[in-house]
Every structure is written in C-alpha cells, then in structure tokens.
C-alpha cells in the first residue's frame, strides 16, 4: 500500500523535525498562513521545499468560532476572506483546502433548518468557485453525531457534493466514527475519498492523538480496507506523531 504519511503542524518551525521523522507531506492550518504576510508565506514554501516535504492541503478554512448554520452569517463578507486566504495557501503550495470544523455546520434542533442548510451548501458552492480560481481542490469531511448533526456520513458527504453541483470537491474521511461514517459494507471503492485523517477513533476525545502500539485498537483493519479499495493518497497523522508512530504504522501495511 502507497500511502503518502502526512503530520498536522500547529507550529511552522517544527517542519524540519517532521521531516527527520520521515513524513513526507505536512497539513498547516489555512488560519495560520492568513496571519502571515505574503513575503512571509513564499519563505515558508521555501523551507517546506528545502525539508523536502509537500505541503498539499490546509485545514481550518475558517477560523474556529464561526459557523456557516446560523443567523446573520454574511457569507459576501467570508468570501473576500476566502479570496485573501487562497491567495496565501496557494503561494505555500497547497493544491487542497479541507473543511473540517464540525461545529462550524451544527443546525438548530428546531426552526428554520432547511434554510440553514441551504445556507451551508451555498457557503459549499462559494467556497468551491473561490478555491477554482487559485486551482485548489476542495475537501468536505464528514463528522459522528457526537460532534455535528450536519453531515455525518459519507454518503451524506457525497450527496451535499452532488447538491452542489460542483467538480473541484471531494470527501476527507477520518478514524474517529469510522464504523458509522464510512460502514465495512460500502467500502468498495476509493472513489471520491481525498484525503484521510488518521487518529486514536475515540469520539470522546477533544482532541486529535495519535495512534500508539498496545492501545487496544485495530489500526491494521482500517488501512487494510484503504488500500483494498485503492486509495494511494494522503494519510495525515495528528501533530503529537513521531518517528515511532509512523514506523509502528508503516508496519501494519509492510
């Protein structure tokens, strides 16, 4: 199986360390190159390039406490952000952009919800057209119940695409709720997964941890099932992976 091993960076000066470790992409947070200056971003790319790692997709498009599902969300506001953003992750080489947030699209319990979630395909659509004009791809990842109530399984991911109309979108699986998002009796296909975040599954988790030899959980299957399918891509690991995470890994599909 020739997967790409991708780590989560929060922090830009720890690209070389990942590199030593062995990755070979690192995912950078689209919030944190809109605080930078453009001069700022193509240094970056540089120093990216000289550790000899990609950089192909940012996540957190949008900053944390935003939401697309709820009232007085200007989305002509958000996009001129998207405009600016884009701009940058392109310059650092990003080819994709993940939304990922799943609070940004949690829907009311009651009221109007069919308009919020009108709302949010538009947000899709506007997101997707701005990404096309820096040639960037778009990734959607769906969520379990226990974080969202908007876009909790695959298919629902690839419906909400479908709605959209648009070509440059695809889905960004995750370990967390695998079972339920992404059930063993449709894996059939690797058709139209982008992307996949690889992590300790536990719901309960308020973060993203990284897997570890000896906690319980078959990690084995999961990869066994990507590779079955035909997915070659990206598998991105949390920013608390090391060296000894992705040796552990790249056992289990040696």
């Avoid at 192909?56 to 944390?64: E, H, R």
């Avoid at 993940?98 to 919020?116: D, H, Q």
Wanted: aromatic share 10%; with cysteine.
């Amino acid at each position: 199986m020739n997967f790409k091993w991708s780590k989560s960076l929060t922090d830009p000066a720890e690209i070389e360390n990942c590199a030593g470790e062995g990755f070979d992409q690192i995912e950078l947070s689209a919030v944190t190159l809109e605080q930078l200056k453009v001069s700022e971003v193509s240094e970056l790319k540089d120093k990216i390039a000289a550790a000899g790692l990609m950089n192909d997709v940012c996540t957190a498009i949008l900053p944390d406490e935003v939401r697309v599902t709820e009232q007085g969300f200007n989305i002509y506001a958000w996009t001129e952000y998207l405009k600016k953003l884009f701009e940058k992750t392109s310059a650092a080489g990003c080819r994709y952009a993940l939304w990922n947030n799943p609070r940004a699209r949690i829907l009311p319990m009651e009221g109007e919800i069919g308009t919020f979630k009108e709302q949010a395909l538009q947000f899709l659509f506007v997101l997707s057209e701005t990404g096309e004009e820096f040639g960037t791809e778009i990734l959607i990842e769906p969520h379990p119940e226990e974080w969202t109530n908007y876009i909790n399984t695959f298919d629902e991911a690839r419906e909400v695409i479908t709605r959209v109309g648009r070509s440059n979108i695809s889905v960004s699986l995750g370990f967390a709720g695998i079972d339920s998002i992404w059930p063993e009796g449709s894996r059939s296909s690797s058709e139209g997964i982008g992307y996949f975040h690889f992590e300790n599954p536990d719901v309960t988790r308020r973060m993203r941890t990284a897997p570890e030899n000896g906690d319980g959980i078959d990690y084995r299957a999961i990869l066994s099932d990507l590779g079955s399918v035909g997915y070659s891509g990206i598998i991105n690991l949390p920013s608390d992976a090391d060296s000894d995470t992705l040796a552990y890994l790249k056992g289990l599909v040696s």
